[in-house]
């Protein structure tokens, strides 16, 4: 964490199938995330926050079963959030401060940890369901007249994003 390390993240790191923690955040890694990452089965904790990877979240990650906390906040991602992270069983979702676009896949409802969804591009409807705290501030929702939950952040959820990219958090 911190090391100041910078490149691509080698696809070789998929080999490493008895991994359990990958943290690289608060570097200066960038390119994609490798798919091969998707080979880690007994990955718990993915964190590449605070980087300058770019491209879409591999839907290969959605294969990590064990897989606990995902952390990619603070990048340049595109793309869309894969649908099967929602099957997953995870404690920390974040992904907030990319550029992602879309909507919010369903499945995510199904999640019970808390959801960093603020500073992106996502639009459309906020699916309902949602049984943890997410954070949906600066993004591109449409308005509509559905009465949420009490744990839907939505100040400032249907207004412009204003600071893409950098996050003030520290983690």
């Known amino acids: 964490m911190g090391n100041q390390l910078s490149g691509a993240l080698p696809r070789e790191l ?5 991994l359990v923690r990958l943290r ?15 080979n880690l089965v ?11 990877l770019t491209g879409e979240i591999p839907s290969e990650l959605c294969a990590l079963k064990k897989l606990k906390h995902l952390s990619l906040y603070d990048n340049q991602l595109t793309g869309t959030i894969p649908e099967g992270l929602g099957d997953l069983n995870l404690l920390g979702l974040w992904l907030d401060s990319n550029r992602l676009y879309g909507p919010i896949p369903e499945s995510l409802t199904a999640l019970t940890c808390r959801i960093e969804l603020q500073d992106n591009l996502l639009s459309g409807i906020i699916p309902l369901g949602f049984s943890s705290k997410i954070d949906l501030r600066n993004n591109y929702f449409t308005p509509c007249e559905t009465q949420y939950p009490p744990n839907y952040d939505l100040e400032n959820s249907f207004q412009r994003p204003k600071n893409l990219g950098k996050s003030a958090r520290n983690s």
Do not use: A, C, Y
Request: a negative charge; aromatic letters at 4%; zero cysteines.
């Open 14 to 18: 998929g080999n490493l199938v008895n």
């Open 24 to 38: 690289l955040n608060k570097n200066r890694l960038e390119g994609e995330i490798p798919g091969e990452l998707g």
């Open 42 to 52: 007994l990955l718990e904790d993915l964190f590449l926050s605070g980087n300058q």
